[in-house]
T-cell receptor, first 112, second 115 residues
Framework: KNQVEQSPQSLIILEGKNCTLQ??????????LRWYKQDTGRGPVSLTI?????NTKSNGRYTATLDADTKQSSLHITASQLSDSASYIC???????????FGTGTKLQVIP | KAGVTQTPRYLIKTRGQQVTLSCSPI?????VSWYQQTPGQGLQFLFE???????NKGNFPGRFSGRQFSNSRSEMNVSTLELGDSALYLC??????????????FGEGSRLTVL
């Protein structure tokens, strides 16, 4: 069964600090992995996409890593801002016509 | 380029009623998928349509149904509403590249409250 697990479930950090969110998956055969940011009450927005051959990708202060051998990904946020407060969802797509699998998300709160 | 548009944004229904939600995808996107999001469950996949055909279906009862029109717009319907159906319903569109799902572009969602 395809599964995506994220940790931690929630996280509180001080503004300006860094943090790392984790995503472990069992989706096979693997096609790509995306990280989405979802502000409260809004639809998710894509931050990064990573395919099998990529192991690091950056989008501003967001850096995603992928280890396809261990089936793990992480999202690192540098110099956090209050606007980073949101849920971060890991989404893994299999090859073919199977449906994508969502993690339950990490709820991040950045406090001043 | 306009994003994914969902209507209505908010609605309140009572148990036993039925509801229809609408989703207009980004122009050129032929794949539309629907999700239910509740605080404890995260995003749960409902179904996906591509070129008016249902490609995949999640584990929801038959009260949840959907369809896609020739212009790629999609609707989902929930009949005989239950209190547990209260949730944010999200629609996403994508451009399928070959057999793989492209990036999902989400709408702002329809917030359904069942009393």
């Amino acid at each position: 069964k395809n599964q995506v697990e994220q940790s931690p479930q929630s996280l509180i950090i001080l503004e300006g600090k860094n943090c790392t969110l984790q995503c472990n998956y069992t989706v096979s055969p693997f096609s790509n992995l995306r990280w989405y940011k979802q502000d409260t009450g809004r639809g998710p927005v894509s931050l990064t996409i990573m395919t099998f051959s990529e192991n690091t990708k950056s989008n501003g202060r967001y850096t995603a890593t992928l280890d396809a051998d261990t089936k793990q990904s992480s999202l690192h946020i540098t110099a956090s801002q209050l606007s980073d407060s949101a849920s971060y969802i890991c989404v893994v797509s299999p090859q073919g016509y199977q449906k994508v699998t969502f993690g339950t998300g990490t709820k991040l709160q950045v406090i001043p | 380029k306009a994003g994914v548009t969902q209507t209505p944004r908010y609605l309140i229904k009572t148990r036993g009623q039925q509801v229809t939600l609408s989703c207009s995808p980004i122009s050129g996107h032929r794949s539309v998928s629907w999700y239910q999001q509740t605080p404890g469950q995260g995003l749960q996949f409902l179904f996906e349509y591509f070129s008016e055909t249902q490609r995949n279906k999640g584990n929801f009862p038959g009260r949840f149904s959907g369809r896609q029109f020739s212009n790629s717009r999609s609707e989902m319907n929930v009949s005989t509403l239950e209190l547990g159906d209260s949730a944010l319903y999200l629609c996403a569109s994508s451009v399928r590249t070959g057999r793989d799902t492209g990036e999902l572009f989400f709408g702002e969602g329809s917030r359904l409250t069942v009393l």
